[in-house]
């Protein structure tokens, strides 16, 4: 079973956890052979490799699945993105925190919106009363995993995304999160809001205008995730690839 206590330690360093985003069992090895600490999943990535959309589009049962197999073959943390929880009740929710739990998952991302069309965000005091229940299922129950909590307003571009965020941050570390995920934000006036609101550890998102990785660390930034850029970026080499062999009718392509 992987570490939790490293996992959570990777939160504290003085330098950002660097997470590998992976979305298959391949990658989640490519990203252990070189030398990362420790991999998540990318909700969006896993979806599309299984030929699904994102916002839960898919069986719960497949990620489960896909899981299990990381947690046999790589030797690093790994947290798995839950998205709204793969249930729209509490116990539905605890009962699959709990599947992954049981199977080695080490951390999972929660969030605080229903990916309906178009995706919204829940209530604060609603998802505030579930992380409630969920984090004292945690403790009362001593599992090992590392909570850390999705929250949206960037996401979305909603015109008070820094209000709306901070207010959410202060609750969601009331209800017992382990960490806080915010994508989307970008601008280093507010991340130092974000960061300066909350003794836990802030997550970032890779976006166009992200500062690089040693700016982060000065902000106080303390994990830093890829989300689904790195297998769009290899899926679109993909493309170039197939493209490339019809044009020229053979394979040199592929060992130039």
Known sequence: MKSFET???????????????IWDVNSAKIFESKRYKAIGTSSQAVAKSLGYEDGEQMPFDLLVQLAKRVVEVVNIPFTVDMESGYNRSIAGIIEN????????????????TIADNPRQLQPV???????????????????KIFLNVRTDGFLLNIPTALAETLTRIERYEKAGAN?????????????KEVVNAT???I????MPNLRGFDELQLLGVKRISM?????????????????????????SCLFN
Do not use: W
Request: charged content about 20%; hydrophobic content about 40%.
């Open 7 to 21: 996992f959570s330690q990777l939160h504290k360093n003085a330098a950002p956890l660097l997470l590998g985003n």
């Open 203 to 206: 997550n970032v998102m890779c």
């Open 97 to 112: 925190i709990e599947k992954l739990h049981d199977i080695g998952v080490v951390g999972i991302n929660l969030e605080d």
């Open 179 to 191: 960490g806080i995920f915010v994508p989307c934000i970008t601008k280093v006036n507010d991340i």
């Open 199 to 201: 003794s836990l550890p």
């Open 227 to 251: 989300g689904p850029f790195v297998n769009a970026y290899v899926n679109k080499k993909v493309e170039e690839v197939a493209d490339t062999i019809l044009q020229n009718n053979n394979f």
């Open 125 to 143: 005091e609603t998802f505030q009363k579930t992380l409630s229940s969920i984090t004292e299922h945690i403790s009362r129950n001593n599992l």
